[in-house]
């Protein structure tokens, strides 16, 4: 086993600071909407938002980028962020991504960090999380599918750690949520080895609106 195994560990680990926390893409809409109540409403939701929203976005994005040339990361990294509707989730995004790269110049150094700035200035890359978590796992010895995986993974788990606040529900109510969606995550990855950019499109319609309505929201937790 090698080391940068753990690393993608320690990346998707729920107290890796990139302000996912602080995130609910729309999620806290369906929570005052009293539509998500308890685990079984809140593992459909998050099945949803994984299969309708990341594996054919994000996912993908973190696929081509790593499967990809050089010459292929302006356009991947320009539908990374066309495919983002609602403003909340673009900035989301975008914050999200600078946090991961401070996160990894705190951990790797300067130079690593400096190195994803060059590529990302050359390129004209906006610092979208899945953008900037791509350019990362190139430096390390990850392959494309366990990236990937960690990434469907960790970007679904935090929704049921910020539900668990925000419902509210119990540790466990949430752990056995992220148990039950481990077979839909690895159904997820094998699903995105199947698709390309071309397949890239925003299919959510639900919580894209949520995530629009919660912009209006007076009283919130998260920030979308």
């Given at each position: 086993?090698?080391i940068?195994?753990?690393?993608?560990?320690?990346?998707?680990?729920s107290?890796?600071?990139?302000g996912?926390?602080?995130?609910?893409?729309?999620?806290?809409?369906?929570?005052?909407r009293?539509?998500?109540?308890?685990?079984?409403?809140?593992?459909a939701?998050?099945?949803?938002y994984?299969?309708?929203?990341v594996?054919?976005?994000?996912?993908?994005?973190?696929?081509?980028?790593?499967n990809?040339?050089?010459?292929?990361?302006?356009?991947?990294?320009?539908?990374?962020?066309?495919?983002k509707?609602?403003?909340?989730?673009?900035?989301?995004s975008l914050r999200?991504?600078s946090?991961?790269?401070?996160?990894?110049e705190?951990?790797?150094?300067?130079?690593?960090?400096?190195?994803?700035?060059?590529?990302?200035?050359?390129?004209?890359l906006?610092r979208h999380y899945?953008v900037?978590?791509a350019?990362?796992m190139?430096?390390?010895?990850?392959g494309?599918?366990?990236?990937?995986?960690?990434?469907?993974?960790?970007t679904?788990t935090?929704?049921v750690?910020?539900a668990v606040?925000?419902?509210p529900?119990?540790?466990k109510?949430g752990?056995?949520?992220?148990?039950?969606l481990?077979?839909s995550?690895?159904?997820?990855a094998a699903l995105?080895e199947?698709?390309?950019?071309?397949?890239?499109?925003?299919?959510?319609?639900g919580?894209e609106?949520?995530?629009?309505?919660?912009?209006?929201?007076?009283?919130?937790?998260?920030?979308s």
């Amino acid at each position: 086993m090698h080391i940068d195994f753990l690393k993608l560990m320690q990346l998707h680990d729920s107290a890796f600071p990139i302000g996912s926390y602080t995130q609910s893409f729309g999620m806290e809409t369906y929570i005052q909407r009293d539509w998500i109540t308890n685990g079984d409403e809140l593992l459909a939701f998050c099945e949803s938002y994984l299969f309708e929203n990341v594996v054919y976005g994000d996912a993908i994005i973190v696929q081509e980028i790593m499967n990809g040339t050089e010459e292929s990361l302006a356009h991947a990294g320009a539908v990374a962020h066309a495919v983002k509707i609602a403003r909340e989730t673009k900035e989301a995004s975008l914050r999200m991504g600078s946090q991961f790269l401070q996160t990894v110049e705190s951990i790797e150094g300067e130079a690593a960090a400096e190195e994803l700035k060059r590529i990302m200035t050359a390129h004209q890359l906006r610092r979208h999380y899945s953008v900037v978590y791509a350019l990362y796992m190139l430096q390390t010895n990850i392959g494309t599918k366990e990236a990937v995986t960690g990434f469907l993974y960790s970007t679904t788990t935090s929704l049921v750690h910020n539900a668990v606040r925000a419902v509210p529900l119990g540790q466990k109510s949430g752990m056995r949520t992220i148990s039950a969606l481990l077979p839909s995550v690895m159904k997820a990855a094998a699903l995105v080895e199947e698709l390309s950019l071309e397949d890239v499109r925003n299919q959510a319609v639900g919580i894209e609106l949520a995530s629009m309505e919660h912009e209006h929201i007076k009283v919130r937790l998260f920030s979308s």
